[in-house]
């Protein structure tokens, strides 16, 4: 699971809810949950589902927005990118959209042909520009991305917008959405023991009815 971010809390406290019962200590990489067999590994979202795909850990936290774009740049580069989706949560939800400054004229995609765009997800943001058909060169920015047209690198930008705050705040638009993300569970593919299959199966029951629980 992701070690601090918008994820953790709610992932702890899923966790909880499904009887864990978790002593999560600041300096650990590792804790292991007192009344189960399980040990939880607690690192930067980003590291999760390679993690997973790898074979290292059997489950992951993460946002499908940090998942599928690992997935496409793995795939790119014809490295291994399997895993099975166990369950979509009912947080971390976030879209993946296109911005532009508030004077741009905008109608639809191809009004950005040409353009440069600033975004931390260039996998995902090229699988769509190729399936509308539209050429932009995108410039890699791990952070403040919504700066950086009006910093003259970029005409504009592809991020995650939740309230649309950022963007007002800093003279953009959104203008089109790529892609829709919730946090999301995910198990690799590694073949495990019908005792560790049995627990995963078992909690999965639990998750279920907690979120249900919820609704
Ligand atoms: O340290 P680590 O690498 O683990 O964390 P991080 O800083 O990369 O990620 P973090 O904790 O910010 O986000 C983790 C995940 O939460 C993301 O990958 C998304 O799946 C999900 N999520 C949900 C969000 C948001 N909402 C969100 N609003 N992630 C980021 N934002 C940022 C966005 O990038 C922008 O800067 O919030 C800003 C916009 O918010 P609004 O409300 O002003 O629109
Ligand atoms: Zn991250």
Redesign the pocket.
Known sequence: M???????TETQALLKACGMKINLREQRLISHVENMPIDILR??????PGLVMDGVVDLGF?????LVETQLERESKGQDANFSTLRRMDF???RLSLAVPDEMEYAAADSLEGMRLAT?YPYLLERYMKEKGVNISSCML?????VAPRAGLADAIC???????????NGLKEVEVIFK???TLIQGTRELAPEQQQLIDKLMVRINGVIQAKE
């Open positions: 992701q070690k601090s971010g918008r994820l953790s690192v930067r979202d980003d590291d999760i993460v946002g499908e927005n940090v971390g939800g976030c931390s791990k952070g403040s991305v919504e991020d995650l917008v939740s309230t649309g705050a950022t963007l007002e705040a993300s919730k946090a």
